[in-house]
């Protein structure tokens, strides 16, 4: 009987692969090894999903945040590439997960890749797994169709190419069904890296060209009102409740908070090198961030809007009155005013 380690990331087809394999008469057992990073959205559900679908099997999670700069791949000319960087990552939960699997002394690994979609296994991928030695222990049933006529060996050096792709979702829900699952994705966990975002790869590109960025900094890429001015002041909106209770957590002592005095309106949030800049540019900061802080802040309007601001560091809050910007394109517009549209999220299988 054998006992197995699930890549498991909450999507769909992760659920469906490592159901099949648990079904399988030749397992007696199923890990489930849930790995978080900074670029990975997280769900409060996911914990429950596991106790509802899986409530006998040992579930247990790893942080790679030491690592998160090895799963971004910049170009020499300073791009962001999404296919090397699919590379970077999956190789290094690949090896997180052939440690962990000696440690438990699991016999397979269970992988929800799906033909021709997301990252399925590549030439350069199954070098890696021959080098870890696990090539014929990575177990890809939504490869090779989902029979338990056979040995748990039919699952495994599979390349992902077993398979078309062509109607991938439908056969995988109707998988989904015929070993007992909610087709539902209920936390959208095909959506859950971040940097299948069109827009966000670019921002972290220009982020890692920084010298001594933190997680902080990171952090607020995610937001989607989020300017970068020249090369050392960041400028960010939070528009909605659920955005601003994000974005007070993300205050320096050294940050600028900019308010509007209207009730609900945006929060923003200016990070600045202020000891660089006199007098004078502070202050063209700081109109800058209360004029684009104004643009949000209700209906359009042509008249002065009254906007608070304050350091972190101090008590004392401030008032000014700016006239807001034309619109939204008016801002990208600006001079030394850098914006990346983040836009709708790709897919990612596995």
Known sequence: MAKVLSLFSGSLASRVAT???EQHPDVECVYLLHFRSPFSREFEDLRQLVRTEWPHAIYRTQSIKKEY???VQITDNGEFSLALSCHNCRSLLLAKAVRYMERIEADYLVSGEVPGQGMSVTKRLRSIARELGVEDRIL???CVGSSRKRGLERWAGRDGNGAPSRGASVTLAKLAERVGLDAADPMAACHRCKLMTPGFGERVASLFGEAGFTLNALRLLDFPLFYKVSSDVKIVLARDEQEKRELQNLFLPQDLRVYPATPHGPMTLVRADWRRRGGTEQQMVIELAARITATFAGPKRTETV???????????????NVNPFEDEAAIARWEDVEMIPLGQQGTAVG
Do not use: A, F, K
Request: glycine share 0%; net charge positive; no cysteine.
């Open 69 to 71: 700069r090895r799963l």
């Open 19 to 21: 159901r099949i394999v």
């Open 140 to 142: 890809r049933p939504l």
């Open 306 to 320: 009254p906007i608070y601001y304050r350091l972190e560091s101090e008590d004392e809050t401030h008032l000014l």
